[in-house]
């Protein structure tokens, strides 16, 4: 299985993307799709997810101005972005994990991360 993701790009800031990720087949038994990034030098670290149960996550610095939304039947991921300030500036990386009973968040999945610059 692959994850595409698309959508990054170089906006300036205040300015709005939306990133979407798609499953290259269908993922049986997801447990959360989510979006990761990662900045030059730093760690990588969660933005946003969202369950099976539809609890939502958000890194506290994009509250307010980030929304996930996902079609778990379609296997796709997006993350809205607003207001986006310098310090977004990174590469965006989609995740799902599934899994069921005992192989629950087993299978971990990554797409190929795409690149957001922020200019200010």
């Known amino acids: 299985v692959q994850l595409q993701a698309s959508g990054g790009g170089l906006v300036q800031a205040g300015g709005s993307l939306r990133l979407s990720c798609t499953a290259s087949?269908?993922?049986?038994?997801?447990?959360?799709m989510g979006w990761h990034r990662q900045a030059p030098g730093k760690e990588r670290e969660l933005v946003a997810s969202?369950?099976?149960?539809?609890?939502?996550r958000y890194l506290d610095s994009v509250k307010g101005r980030f929304t996930i939304s996902g079609d778990f039947a379609k296997n796709t991921v997006h993350l809205q972005m607003n207001n986006l300030v310098s310090e977004d500036t990174a590469v965006y990386y989609c995740?799902?994990?599934?899994?069921?009973?005992?192989?629950?968040?087993?299978?971990?999945?990554w797409g190929q991360g795409t690149q957001v610059t922020v200019s200010s």
């Open positions: 087949e269908r993922i049986a038994g997801i447990n959360a």
């Open positions: 995740n799902i994990v599934a899994g069921t009973g005992i192989h629950f968040g087993e299978y971990d999945y």
């Open positions: 969202i369950s099976s149960g539809g609890n939502l």
